[in-house]
């Protein structure tokens, strides 16, 4: 009879590609108990919380250590519990819980409430595990109207819990290239959720390119991501926009265009832009988060939030000769430096250690 696994609890604020893969992950080593914390409404957060406590006091005695994708207010009492039963709680931190653009309302520590509870979770948490070094701390000058410096180090500055970088981890073998499909050249593509609110257009960039485009008549932008019927306000004739596409056929859609796009205000470690890249786009990215670093010249860097600068990096893109060059030296960066099973591995290893030494 196969020796039992370990029991892991983990916690999440929405069920998002990063869960479902790192739940899959740790699948393979321990037996994991789960609960999301999705309120509808914000005067349900109190009752969803109730039912975490309840879930927790159930579950914490049989539990070696915890797992918070995250810090907000779902983290809080897992961190809490964890503290006072001494079993182990990792935070990994992904982007949002690690800044704040009071420009535009986003990051948990724009929030004043939301800020505190993940200050508390990572005062309470036993490890952090930030998917990228610039989590942590970050010099930020890609637009002049927030900090200086972003990362959870920079927010919380008399945080003391320790931390170590696990990278996200990507299949080479499931994101490749298609080769039943012919590139279209001059294209450019990103993939955006929420697409119809101002919010996001601003967030992810997406407003850039619409004010690019009319200059840009040699060049196609598709835009994923868009509600039935949606369209832009006066939307320029060479934008085309898709919905949201399955999981399992946006390898298609990455195959089909040469460019891809990242041009958010804020990022932590982006899954459409390391997937399109090992699927052969080249990446234009902001110089935000970890995405400088991630392509690592394989593509191309804006270094301001400007139109006007957007719209000349990208006819740079459009005139180089090197971009089945590019296109390799995107795909071979991804899948060496950042495979799936050095994720496993390092988490794992981390989650092992924290049962050994709490």
Known sequence: MPARKPVLLYFYPAQSSFVVKDLRLIEREYEVRHRGFLPTEKWQTPLVWLGQIFFLLRHIWQAEVLVCMFAGYHSFFPALFGKIAAKPCLIVAGGTDCVSFPSIGYGCFANPLLGRFARWSYQ??????????????????????DYPHQGFRFHCPDLKTPHTVVYNGYDAQFWQPDPAIVREPNTFLTVCAGL??????????????????????????????????????????????LPKIPLADLNAVYSAHTYYLQLSMSEGFPNALSESMLCGCVPVVSQVGAMPDLINGSGFVLPVRKAEVLEQLLKKALETEE????????????????????????????????????
């Open 124 to 145: 309470l948490a036993a490890h952090i595990a930030p998917v990228h070094e610039k989590l942590v701390w970050q010099d930020y000058t890609y637009q002049p109207n």
């Open 196 to 241: 119809d609110m101002r919010f996001t257009q601003r967030l992810k960039g997406v407003d850039l390119i619409l004010e690019v485009a009319p200059g840009m008549p040699q060049a196609t932008f598709t835009i994923v991501g868009a509600p039935a019927g949606f369209t832009f306000p006066g939307q320029p004739a060479n934008v085309r926009l």
């Open 323 to 358: 971009v089945q060059t590019l296109s390799q030296k995107a795909r071979r960066q991804v899948a060496t430096h950042y495979p799936e099973q050095r994720r496993e591995q390092e988490l794992l290893a981390l989650l092992q250690w924290l049962q050994k030494n709490s």
